[in-house]
């Protein structure tokens, strides 16, 4: 099955009180070290940001299709794969960060999780939970102030098998 | 376009253009696992591939370097699932009496200049000391390098260090890249290479060379490379029956930095608790007593390391109740410690010697140190816990063995 390579989804701004994004999210308060334990993908979603001050709550707001926006540094810290499953199991559709932690990007890579790197971004143009959409192919989005890097071919390849593993398949 | 070392590298295993901050897909030359993380890559191969042949299996290896032999029953049992994996397979075990893998990779003459190899030890990048491309990743990268031969990276951009003046003895190369962590800290070569250049790269030993290398890790970097001297060029020579064909970078090659460093002077350095980078001039520290020394690991268990240690110690012996454990690198290593004698010396002046591995740097088969303890090892970490619940302070193995001899720094 090809996966479709233009997506449309409500957003999430993950900002602060001064409405910045949030830079430096570290793999603590994206998924606390105290889940661990837990390996089913399933029972990951709830504790998404659980450690995040600000966003506690955001697995009960999160909706399927949506797209998750944040700043520079996203997911620095351990290796924790559920610090990316745990936004799969929300059902979130993308994460568009400043910048990524590198083993983070490696990982969401590596399951298939859409991650975009934002080139620009004017964030007084953006209401919470505004609708956009974004064609993962060449990274243009059906808003002027907000650029993205397009898919490199090795994020297109294993984003379209649906994983690494589906991917050596091949 | 010009290009540094790795993006050469890169570019002779990869279909696309590279260049920094590109992810490209790029062959793997060599493919290996070891006993800690090798499980987990047999548990991901069974589960996504089961019954499917592993491509050019000549070039997959598992070594068996943390625990070795295997202390505990659980890593007993890792040790015994890749060992059945490999003879399904028809793939290679360098068993727990050869040494660690990425030393291993080098006597044997698979790792050399240009090529690329991955495996389970986040100190991969050693192999920058012959000019290839070594990576540790994850147990899921490696399984899917182990199927397909290939990885995906992101090219890393390039720090260009110019060492200048020079140094020597008992200033070594593991003084000289204290001092550069000291100098640029733990986040200094983040997601980046190094490339050396410089006047006392020529006076270097091979071994230094790895000790060099070996400490990137420490330093947050992908790899390093330093300019090859001879001494290089002659290890591989033998290694390999070729002359080696190093890779150097463009004239014109696109550096994110350029740093000076003046080693002119150095003087011995010394890493204090509880981190790699926390480095200071040994003779701030003299006098402070010591509990133990290990010599050994990755940094600092080859053969001219450990001779290092038994000209200081020849016909004397370490103070008392000091624990001196020695552990070389390699099966060869200890080969030629008998050769020249050195296991006499060593003995003789109160040592003890263990076979090859790790050693005290993964928990291993030499011990640990306990609460209150102050050890000195030339090893690449003193993260607390990693060699026990005493302190570790990382310094040369000369220092180490005046160290073992006096009692104190
Ligand atoms: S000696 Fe220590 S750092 Fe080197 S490979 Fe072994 S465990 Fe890793």
């Known amino acids: 099955m090809k996966k479709k390579m233009k997506i449309q989804g409500k957003i999430w701004l993950i900002i602060d009180k001064d409405k910045n994004l949030i830079n430096d999210i570290d793999t603590d308060m994206i998924f606390h070290n105290k889940y661990l334990a837990i390996t089913d993908i399933e029972k990951m979603g709830q504790y998404t940001f659980d450690n995040l001050e600000g966003w506690k709550d955001f697995s009960s707001k999160a909706k399927t299709g949506d797209l998750v926006i944040v700043g520079k540094n996203?997911?620095?810290?351990?290796?924790?794969?559920?610090?990316?499953?745990?936004?799969?199991?929300?059902?979130?559709?993308?994460?568009?960060?400043?910048?990524?932690?590198?083993?983070?990007?490696?990982?969401?890579?590596?399951?298939?999780?859409?991650?975009?790197?934002?080139?620009?971004i004017d964030l007084q143009r953006f209401n919470q939970r505004e609708e956009i959409e974004i064609n993962l192919v060449d990274g243009s989005t059906n808003s002027k102030y907000l650029v993205i890097e397009p898919f490199s071919k090795v994020q297109k390849d294993i984003y379209q098998a649906g994983n690494l593993f589906k991917f050596g398949k091949i | 376009?010009?290009?540094?070392?790795?993006?050469?590298?890169?570019?002779?295993?990869?279909?696309?253009?590279?260049?920094a901050g590109k992810i490209v897909w790029m062959k793997i030359d060599i493919r290996t696992a070891r006993d800690f993380g090798g499980p987990n890559v047999v548990k991901n191969i069974e589960k996504y591939y089961p019954n499917e042949q592993l491509p050019?299996?000549?070039?997959?290896?598992?070594?068996?370097?943390?625990?070795?032999?295997?202390?505990?029953?659980?890593?007993?049992?890792?040790?015994?699932?890749?060992?059945?994996?490999?003879?399904?397979?028809?793939?290679?075990?360098?068993?727990?009496?050869?040494?660690?893998?990425?030393?291993?990779?080098?006597?044997?003459?698979?790792?050399?200049?240009g090529r690329t190899l991955v495996g389970t030890d986040s100190h991969f990048n050693i192999l920058g000391a012959?000019?290839?491309?070594?990576?540790?990743?994850?147990?899921?990268?490696?399984?899917?390098?182990?199927?397909?031969?290939k990885t995906w990276f992101e090219v890393p951009e390039t720090i260009k260090i110019n060492l200048k003046g020079k140094f020597s003895y008992p200033t070594t190369g593991k003084d000289l890249v204290l001092y550069i962590l000291k100098k640029i800290g733990s986040k200094g070569a983040l997601g980046k290479c190094i490339e050396y250049y410089g006047e006392c790269l020529k006076d270097l030993s091979f071994a230094e060379y790895i000790t060099l290398c070996s400490m990137m890790t420490e330093m947050g970097g992908i790899v390093s490379f330093p300019e090859p001297n001879q001494n290089?060029?002659?290890?591989?020579?033998?290694?390999?029956?070729?002359?080696?064909?190093?890779?150097?970078?463009?004239?014109?090659?696109?550096?994110?930095?350029?740093?000076?460093?003046?080693?002119?002077?150095?003087?011995?350095?010394?890493?204090?608790?509880?981190?790699?980078?926390?480095?200071?001039?040994?003779?701030?520290?003299?006098?402070?007593?010591?509990?133990?020394?290990?010599?050994g690991s990755c940094t600092n268990g080859r053969i001219e390391d450990i001779r290092d240690v038994a000209e200081i110690l020849k016909g004397k012996k370490v103070a008392k109740e000091i624990m001196l454990r020695i552990v070389p690198a390699t099966k060869e290593v200890y080969g030629q410690m008998l050769k020249e004698n050195l296991v006499q010396i060593l003995y003789d002046a109160g040592a003890i010697i263990s076979n090859p591995g790790c050693g005290g740097c993964a928990s291993g088969q030499i011990g640990m140190t306990g609460k209150g303890e102050v050890q000195i090892s030339t090893s690449n970490?003193?993260?607390?816990?990693?060699?026990?619940?005493?302190?570790?302070?990382?310094?040369?193995?000369?220092?180490?063995?005046?160290?073992?001899?006096?009692?104190?720094?």
């Open chain 2, 130 to 149: 012959v000019g290839a491309f070594g990576q540790g990743m994850g147990d899921q990268d490696i399984a899917f390098a182990f199927r397909t031969g």
């Open chain 2, 1 to 19: 376009m010009s290009k540094t070392i790795v993006e050469k590298i890169i570019q002779l295993h990869s279909d696309e253009e590279v260049k």
């Open chain 2, 232 to 295: 290089v060029k002659n290890f591989l020579i033998e290694r390999t029956g070729e002359n080696p064909e190093f890779i150097y970078a463009d004239k014109d090659a696109k550096y994110c930095d350029e740093i000076v460093i003046d080693v002119n002077d150095l003087q011995p350095q010394i890493a204090c608790p509880p981190k790699p980078d926390n480095v200071k001039d040994v003779e701030i520290l003299k006098g402070l007593k010591i509990g133990s020394v290990f010599v």
């Open chain 2, 56 to 113: 050019d299996k000549q070039n997959i290896f598992f070594t068996f370097d943390t625990v070795a032999p295997a202390k505990t029953i659980p890593y007993a049992n890792s040790q015994q699932i890749c060992r059945e994996f490999a003879k399904k397979n028809g793939i290679k075990v360098f068993d727990v009496d050869a040494g660690i893998g990425t030393h291993i990779l080098m006597e044997t003459g698979l790792a050399r200049p």
């Open chain 1, 74 to 120: 996203f997911g620095s810290g351990s290796s924790r794969q559920q610090a990316v499953d745990c936004f799969a199991s929300l059902g979130i559709q993308a994460i568009l960060a400043e910048s990524f932690g590198a083993i983070y990007k490696r990982n969401a890579i590596n399951s298939g999780l859409p991650i975009l790197q934002i080139k620009e």
């Open chain 2, 381 to 409: 970490r003193n993260f607390t816990g990693k060699q026990g619940a005493g302190k570790t302070y990382l310094a040369s193995p000369i220092t180490a063995a005046f160290a073992a001899l006096k009692g104190e720094l």
